[in-house]
């Protein structure tokens, strides 16, 4: 036992679970810790609004695996965290959100910057808390590091009234401790295992479904294995984007509305989907009941609840990923032996050759969305990691910017928060200092929280932005001229900023290039100079993205 206030109970057990960074801006009601975090050994990033700040934690946890935290002050600096928390709550990211709040007497009372924040985040995290006495700190601390990052992980809130932070107590720091009805189950059952083991061995034509399970469990080898044991195609959602190499001869890209032609379609052929670590959202099986009407289904999936939600499952299997993975090859391969090639990879080869052309890039323009990305492919190294914000932007670079590795795609997925990427970034740069980090951007997008660069460029996290400027909200021009006649409505930017100068005015580097090779000049100037820098890469408004399924619509009905 050891006698000290809340706050540093609060620092002390940060620092016991190896917190080096926190992502934050102060406020009155937060002050207390912050008064101990200066001379902490902890690292704190100052923000210049506090949704970024939960983005960055959340690119800082998705890169490197481990929980990012973010702290804000209570009333609006506790709301602005709720669309980041809501973010990692649908992406399964584990986070810790820190909030300061009224003191003990005044809660309920409408105090001066009081809300809610138990209330208003108890349907977006796994957890949350609101101590009532200093004593409760250290053991707060640890229950919601485990919470967040075991099982299926995610967010959790710590609400800290400013009075708990100043109180005075006899502190006991736990270094195990056991929560009342938290057990997530990681094996997997032997007999459903037994029954998968059964169906993907008489299968003609397996195929393989990868989510951001395969990630989140650092399980894309066990994958890898199972699928050249197989001869298995694997197609990834968007969330799964990376946990396959997409330069892999049995990968077929990513699925769903945006998907490749190939694997939207080769997927309604197979007789067996192996679903690992995917939930089945709308936006990757399109219209749920003609989604593989005829395949036996084997879902791997760690929460339970999302086993079987979405789609009748044949083979359900609860249980770590990469667990169960491991389990699943080794049963494999005491029934199968490995082979060069089978009748369905060949069916697989033929569809790819069939399809390779269909979708047609504009070879009258030199700076095209697809042309750029497929640029900055070649001249990124294989472990750069690169963000996206959301729109047309985000489907272009799941299109056609390959990834080869895990951990090194990083975008919005379930919630599709624009803004998303930037702060995302910059966390991610802090996780992994050592690789590029580049930001894929639109402009409607990117402005939302440009004014991270205040953050990257006077914390020295330097990050590159290359914006995707068509002076639209692209996707939903997109719709406008696909589905509503082109009647646009509220969706024209303008040349509104100019992001040269934007990005000059935060002591950062920008370019507008009007061509390719004007391109790959600012790409090369930015990885050689390590400054933070913006691309400008203005591309026709009217440009569309395809693939394309409309909403409501099934794999089959595809728009190219």
């Given at each position: 036992m050891v006698k000290m206030s809340g706050s540093h109970a609060l620092i002390e057990a940060l620092y016991k679970e190896k917190v080096d960074v926190i992502f934050g801006l102060p406020g009155g009601a937060i002050m207390p810790v912050y008064d101990?975090?200066?001379d902490s050994k902890i690292r704190h990033i100052l923000v210049r609004h506090e949704q970024s700040a939960a983005h960055m934690a959340e690119g800082y946890a998705r890169a490197s695996g481990k929980v990012g935290v973010c702290m804000a002050t209570s009333g609006p600096g506790a709301t602005n965290l709720v669309t980041g928390i809501a973010n990692a709550y649908m992406d399964s990211s584990p986070i810790i959100a820190i909030t300061g709040q009224v003191p003990r007497a005044m809660i309920g009372k409408d105090a001066f910057q009081e809300t809610d924040i138990i209330g208003i985040t108890t349907p977006i995290t796994k957890y949350n808390f609101q101590p009532r006495h200093a004593s409760e700190i250290p053991e707060t601390v640890k229950m919601a590091?485990?919470?967040?990052?075991?099982?299926?992980?995610?967010?959790?809130?710590?609400?800290?009234?400013?009075?708990?932070?100043?109180?005075?107590?006899?502190?006991?720091?736990?270094?195990?401790?056991?929560?009342?009805?938290?057990?997530?189950n990681i094996s997997p059952h032997p007999l459903q295992i037994e029954k998968a083991t059964e169906?993907?061995?008489?299968?003609?034509?397996?195929f393989i479904l990868a989510g951001?399970?395969?990630?989140?469990?650092?399980?894309?080898?066990?994958?890898q294995a199972i699928s050249e044991l197989l001869l298995a195609p694997v197609a990834t959602t968007f969330m799964g984007k990376g946990s396959f190499p997409e330069n892999h001869p049995l990968s077929l890209g990513v699925i769903g509305m945006h998907g490749t032609l190939e694997a939207n379609k080769s997927i309604l052929e197979a007789d067996v989907l192996l679903a690992v670590g995917t939930r089945f959202s709308d936006r990757s099986t399109g219209k749920i009941d003609e989604f593989c009407p005829d395949a036996k289904i084997i879902q791997i999936d760690i929460d339970p609840s999302e086993v079987g939600k979405n789609r009748a499952i044949d083979v359900p299997i609860v249980g770590d990923v990469g667990k169960t993975l491991i389990e699943l090859h080794n049963s494999l391969s005491k029934r199968l032996e490995k082979k060069e090639s089978s009748l369905w990879s060949k069916r697989i080869q033929q569809i790819k050759d069939e399809l390779r052309d269909k979708v047609k890039i504009n070879q009258e323009k030199d700076l095209?969305?697809?042309?750029?990305?497929?640029?900055?492919?070649e001249m990124l190294p294989i472990d750069a990691i690169v963000t996206t914000e959301v729109g047309q932007n985000q489907m272009w670079a799941s299109l056609y910017f390959k990834v080869y590795k895990p951990r090194t795609f990083i975008s919005s997925g379930g919630l599709g928060t624009m803004g998303f990427g930037f702060p995302a970034a910059i966390g991610v740069k802090v996780a992994r200092p050592d690789v590029p980090v580049f930001d894929i951007a639109g402009d409607g997008s990117f402005t939302m929280t440009a004014?991270?660069?205040?953050?990257?460029?006077?914390?020295?996290?330097?990050?590159?932005?290359?914006?995707?400027?068509?002076?639209?909200?692209?996707?939903?021009?997109?719709?406008?001229?696909?589905?509503?006649?082109?009647?646009?409505?509220?969706?024209?930017?303008?040349?509104?900023?100019d992001f040269v100068k934007l990005a000059e005015a935060f002591g950062a580097q920008g370019f507008r290039v009007d061509s390719i090779d004007e391109f790959k000049k600012a790409v090369k100037q930015a990885l050689e100079s390590h400054v933070t820098t913006v691309i400008d890469v203005p591309i026709p408004p009217e440009e569309n993205v395809f693939p394309m399924i409309p909403a409501g619509k099934g794999l089959r009905e595809i728009i190219y």
């Open positions: 101990v975090l200066r590091f485990q919470i967040a990052s075991t099982g299926r992980p995610g967010p959790v809130v710590i609400d800290l009234p400013k009075d708990v932070q100043t109180e005075v107590a006899d502190m006991d720091f736990p270094e195990k401790i056991e929560i009342r009805g938290y057990k997530p169906l993907l061995t008489k299968a003609e034509r397996p951001g399970g395969v990630i989140i469990s650092n399980a894309s080898q066990n994958l095209v969305p697809q042309k750029v990305l497929k640029e900055l492919r004014n991270s660069l205040a953050t990257s460029v006077s914390e020295n996290i330097p990050v590159t932005v290359v914006i995707l400027n068509n002076s639209m909200l692209g996707m939903v021009a997109q719709w406008q001229r696909l589905f509503y006649n082109r009647r646009y409505s509220a969706v024209e930017l303008g040349e509104c900023p």
